[in-house]
């Protein structure tokens, strides 16, 4: 079965500085990777997914992401983040033919001024 | 609709009692999905539908748990005998179909079993 280690549970970032959130998983062939936002009340938001091609995905809010087999990543990167960037992030792995997802735990964003 | 809608958006109830959750789909969205979210966890998959049948119903903790489609639109969660570990946020989401499809995710309904 797959998983997801998202090894930071709280990251503190300086607006205006760059940012990078960790996921790994665990699958034997190639996932679907995705990353969502979830804000206070809010539904989960996907900022951006990977199914084939490009390793390199652009998303929405300025994120992108890399996706390398060999060290079984999908980091989530933003060169500059913004104050209303502060929420939950959750990375996702999803499998061919298997409509469920499973999530890790979740990164919590705060920025500081 | 604009988007996935879940009611209510919290409901309290007393262990021992019946509950049951809605979620309305994105118009048009043929595959539909439960999750369960416990406080500093990631959302857990509960059971999915395409159309009006459950096609996996894996996640499904227990026989307490259940769920319905009868329409292929409106889904209904059922929990039986509500017990104080079932207190979590229950999300909804849904797809136009296929795996490769984006999860659109409702707001989520917060459960409290005192």
């Known amino acids: 079965a797959q998983s997801v280690t998202q090894p930071d549970i709280h990251i503190t970032v300086s607006e205006g500085a760059s940012l990078e959130l960790r996921c790994n998983y665990s699958?034997?062939?190639?996932?679907?990777l995705f990353w969502y936002v979830q804000s206070p009340g809010q539904g989960l938001q996907l900022l951006l997914k990977?199914?084939?091609?490009?390793?390199l995905v652009q998303g929405i809010k300025g994120f992108e992401a890399e996706f390398k087999r060999s060290q079984s990543s999908f980091n989530l990167r933003k060169p500059s983040v913004h104050w209303s960037d502060a929420a939950e992030y959750f990375c996702a792995v999803g499998v061919f033919g298997n409509e469920k997802l499973t999530f890790g735990t979740g990164t919590r964003l705060t920025i500081i001024p | 609709g604009a988007g996935v809608s879940q009611t209510p958006s919290n409901k309290v109830t007393e262990k021992g009692k019946y509950v049951e959750l809605r979620c309305d789909p994105i118009?048009?969205?043929?595959?539909l999905y439960w999750y369960r979210q416990s406080l500093g966890q990631g959302p857990e998959f509960l059971i999915y539908?395409?159309?009006?049948?459950?096609?996996?119903d894996s996640g499904l903790p227990n026989d307490r748990f259940f769920a319905v489609r009868p329409e292929g639109s409106v889904s209904t969660l059922k929990i039986q005998r509500t017990e104080r570990g079932d207190s979590a946020v229950y999300l909804c989401?849904?797809?136009?179909?296929?795996?490769?499809?984006?999860?659109?995710f409702g707001p989520g309904t917060r459960l409290t079993v005192l």
């Open positions: 699958y034997g062939a190639t996932p679907y």
């Open positions: 118009s048009g969205h043929t595959a």
């Open positions: 539908f395409q159309g009006t049948g459950a096609a996996d």
């Open positions: 990977y199914f084939s091609g490009d390793t």
């Open positions: 989401a849904s797809t136009a179909g296929g795996s490769t499809d984006t999860q659109y």
